[in-house]
C-alpha cells in the first residue's frame, strides 16, 4: 500500500502547490492519501481536489488530518455563469472598516457596503477577505448576515486560512470557504476589475 504524502508542517499555499504537483507528474492517480496538520490546509486541499474530479474522505486524529482522494471524473470546465458576466468584478476586503477616521463609523459603511453588493448585479463575481478584514466572516461579525444572503445567492466568498489562523479564528468562520495565497493571486489575475477596501 502506498504512504501517504505528507504535507505536513507547511506553510499556505504550499500544501495545496504540493497536491498540484503530485497531480502534474503522476498525471490523475485512481487512488492516493495526503496528510495534513491544520484545518485550513484541509479545506484549501479538499477544495483543490473536488475541482480537479476527486471524492475526497477526511479522518481527523491528533491534530493530523488524512485525506484519502479517489478519482471520480475528470475536471468540470468553468461553469457558463462565469463566462456569461459582462465583467468579472472581484471586491478585495483587507480591514473590518471602510475608510479611515472613526471606527465605529467605518464598521458601520463596511456593513452597508458588503449588503449593497447585490447592486452590482452579475459583475459580482467573488469576495476574499484578507489581514484583519477576515473577522468579517466570523459568527459575532455584524456584516455576516449579508454574507450569507451573498453566498446563498452564488457568490464565492474565500477567507484567507493564514489570516483566520493568525488572529486565532479558524473556528469562528461562519461564512464562506477558507482559502489560499494562489487562490488569491490566481483570483486577481482573472478578475477584469479588482476592487481593494
Not at 475541482?51 to 468540470?76: D, F, I, K, N, R
Not at 457558463?80 to 463609523?105: M, R
Amino acid at each position: 500500500m502506498q504512504r501517504p504524502l505528507d504535507f505536513c508542517k507547511l506553510v499556505c499555499p504550499e500544501p495545496v502547490l504540493a497536491t498540484r504537483r503530485f497531480l502534474e507528474k503522476h498525471v490523475r492517480p485512481a487512488t492516493f492519501d495526503i496528510l495534513v496538520d491544520n484545518p485550513a490546509a484541509c479545506e484549501n486541499v479538499t477544495r483543490f481536489l473536488k475541482s480537479q474530479g476527486y471524492a475526497v474522505q477526511e479522518q481527523q486524529q491528533e491534530g493530523v488530518w488524512l485525506l484519502a482522494a479517489q478519482c471520480e471524473h475528470t475536471p468540470q470546465p468553468t461553469p457558463a455563469s462565469d463566462s456569461e458576466h459582462s465583467q468579472k468584478v472581484l471586491v478585495c476586503v483587507t480591514s473590518t472598516t471602510l475608510g479611515t477616521g472613526d471606527d465605529t463609523l467605518g464598521t458601520r459603511l463596511m456593513t452597508t457596503f458588503l449588503a449593497t453588493l447585490p447592486e452590482m448585479g452579475t459583475d459580482l463575481w467573488r469576495l476574499i477577505f484578507i489581514n484583519s478584514g477576515v473577522r468579517l466572516t466570523t459568527q459575532d461579525s455584524p456584516a455576516l448576515a449579508g454574507l450569507q444572503r451573498l453566498e446563498k445567492q452564488g457568490i464565492p466568498i474565500w477567507a484567507c486560512g493564514a489570516c483566520l489562523e493568525h488572529y486565532g479564528l479558524t473556528e469562528a468562520k461562519a461564512v464562506g470557504s477558507t482559502t489560499n495565497m494562489l487562490d488569491i493571486v490566481t483570483s486577481m489575475q482573472l478578475a477584469d476589475k479588482v476592487i481593494q477596501l
